[in-house]
């Protein structure tokens, strides 16, 4: 099975109203192991970028090891682009074969973002690829964007607005979660999930999911949210693995032991998040839409 579009993951979720685990890799180990879970579940599965990651990889470099670890990947998966303010930086991942970009233009007046989105949109379309849009900026700061500052959340007849003139393919609407670990339980307002899919049925994407509850995550995925990011969760996985081996065998000095318990770490939490959203076992709904 081979990179697909998006949509060819997100359609037939949003449809069947499971959840993609989107999950934001950092380098090739949590790459190779949050397609391992994917494969052993026989799940869909999305792959992430931050902006930050693909500076420090390199988008070519990226891209090259991508093709290379997903050139016999047995279910379907798809290739995106987190949080991007930077027009530039779009361009650069859609050239290179990004499936799926997120234009963050959340910090721009609503006009300005819809007129950025627009052309976002029609330069991924020249690529196949979808665009995931945004209109407020999620709390808390990932990988370098956003701010701890709660910002505007609009009337959802805006971003139904949003939706409309831009021809995005996915949103992300504010509902009350945050990026980072919570410090305070999260006021959550997951029927704007509803409201805007009512008016508006495109995919709906979670962002800031670390620390809900599997009842927060289903009932969210219920209403729409097809697309569940998963960011902190792996870097919380990648950091504390490394910590357990290190602290557990204070002298040994055997990296590929090390690793193996990393990428084992990372692969549990991915496999945990794939359970709980519904998308295990759903990789051949996938083919059969795309066949
Ligand atoms: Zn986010």
Redesign the pocket.
Known sequence: MPVVPMREILDPAFADRYGVAAINVVDDLTLEAVLAAAADLDAPLIVQTSLKTVKSMGARQFMAIWRARTDEVPVPVTLHL??CPDREWISICLREGWNSV?FDGSELDVAENTRQTIEVVAEAASYGAQVEGEIES?VGV?DGI?SEEGGEVHPVEVSGEFIAATGIYSF?PAIGTA?GLYKAEPKLTPERVTEIVERHPIPQVL??GTGLTEAQFTDLIARGCAKV?I?TALKIAFVDSHREYLDANPGKHDPPKLLAHVREAVKTMAESHIRIFGSAGRASATRSTTA
Do not use: I, R, Y
């Open positions: 987190d949080h997120l999620v990932e956003g992300a990026h962002h800031g990011n960011s």
